[in-house]
């Protein structure tokens, strides 16, 4: 079983900054492309920003002040929002593609159960 866990959410004033981050645990033999979603009310879950061994993505709407870092072990993954705004309030989701046994081609995605980040004045 993998587990990812993530916290760091929480109701900021538009402006500010979080910090998230979501640490991986259970059986695993390697973790590829980690990364965050994003989900605001009556809409589908977005990219917000990936990383793997050669690349670095972010969604247009956080370009610029979103940054997404992990460690060197891969079992932690991180997202910095700065300057947030009301509409970047929703349920940001940890995500990870993972191999789970000494076959590195069975890979499965692997998602936390989401933290809660509200942006208001």
């Known amino acids: 079983q993998v587990l990812l866990v993530e916290s760091g959410g929480g109701l900021v004033q538009p402006g500010e900054s979080l910090s998230l981050s979501c640490a991986v645990s259970g059986r695993f033999f390697s973790i590829y492309t980690r990364g965050w979603y994003h989900q605001a009310p009556g809409k589908q879950r977005d990219l917000v920003a990936s990383i793997n061994s050669t690349t670095i993505n972010y969604a247009d709407s956080v370009k610029g002040r979103f940054t997404v870092s992990g460690d060197n072990a891969k079992t932690t993954v991180y997202l910095q929002i700065n300057s947030l705004k009301p509409e970047d309030t929703a349920v940001y989701y940890c995500?990870?593609?993972?191999?789970?046994?000494?076959?590195?081609?069975?890979?499965?995605?692997?998602w936390g159960q989401g933290t809660q980040v509200t942006v208001s004045s």
């Open positions: 995500y990870a593609h993972i191999a789970t046994s000494q076959w590195l081609s069975k890979r499965d995605d692997y």
